[in-house]
């Protein structure tokens, strides 16, 4: 579902690689890679095994069913305090003060809560594996209008929107760390350039890297002709039916681990007209909100809070490493050569371990 125009929507093979994690020190904007660890190397003494990378299928849907749910302006907001923010005790906080490279982690008391920014046309559910991965944190995630349950609201998505429902979505915390996947790179960025005391870090998950100068006629086209159309198709059971099986079998594809994809997260919900109609407005709007974030580069200083650029199979080109360096100011790339697009699948383990480097970066800035 995601827009074929950006380099960063459809991941190729994975290669195996026995390079180092992705979190071993490395000097600010250089390149490093990650391959996944071999299940039968023992830990070093004093530190921690890796987590599990063991594939099994995301129950997503019953997992989100015990998260705090909100719905704001349309936008369906989950809400999973950790571990240390519910009270609770255990070994899972202690577990995280340890990493497998050596380096201290955060207390569950003190760690940074996190922002999950689903790629285009891709529910909430699908962060599951990450969201399970780091029980000490606090963390956020929504679906847009048009998913769980409820209506589109008939238009394309813009970046100003999107932006203002990111900000209401965190409320009540002063700082976070913004994970985004693919064409969610557009607003972390924007909303980093407007609220830079809000973000305390980034980690953008084989992002949508663009430098678009027009927004192209795809809006004015869509709200003309198409809009009209898909509201009329998407009701048709049939079609709703072709797009639930199209999905599943081209997320499968963006996958490492297509056979573990959980059907309420990356199938189910695009047999829903709304859902469907959300999802190809959404991939509409891709160069519009391209164009959007073009322009407030123009405006506004490089982000300056630390990120780190996790990229899967095909890599950036030269052109779009350039895009990614002068858009932010303190940049780690990581190569995740084992993972296909959808890296929350195929390697949650890297995602949660670039929310602790950056969560560090941005703790030692304070000190």
Known sequence: ????????????????????SPCSSSPRGQRTSAGRPSSTAAPEPGTLPRRSTVRTAVSAESRFADLATTVIDGYTV?????T???????????ARRAHDDGAALEDGADALPVLLLNGCAIAAASW???IEAMPDRDVIASDRPGFAGTAWPGILPDLATEIASMERAISGHERVVIVAHSMASFRAEAFARLHPQRVAGIVLVDPSIEDYRHRGSAGALSRATLLPILGALTTRTEIGQLASLLSHRGFARQSGSGRALDQAAFKDPYADPETLKAS??????????????HALRQSTEPVGAPTSALEAPPLS???????????????????????????????PDVIVE?????????????A
Do not use: K
Not at 4 to 19: E, F, H, I, L, V
Not at 78 to 82: E, F, H, I, T, V
Not at 354 to 366: G, H, L, M, Q, T
């Open 317 to 347: 080109n030269l052109r779009r490493e350039r895009i990614l360096g002068r858009a932010f100011a303190d940049l780690r790339r990581r190569e995740v050569l084992d993972s296909r697009h959808l890296m929350m699948i195929d390697r």
């Open 84 to 94: 240390a923010s519910a009270g609770e005790s255990g070994d899972s906080a202690e």
């Open 78 to 82: 989950y809400r999973r305090p950790g």
């Open 280 to 293: 190809l407005a959404e991939w509409l709007s891709y160069r519009s909100q391209g164009a959007d974030l």
């Open 1 to 20: 579902m995601c827009p074929r125009s950006s380099s960063r929507c459809c991941g190729g093979p994975g290669r195996a690689t026995s390079r180092p």
């Open 354 to 366: 670039a929310v602790d480097e950056v969560s560090r970066a941005a703790r030692a800035a304070e």
């Open 128 to 130: 599951a594996p990450v």
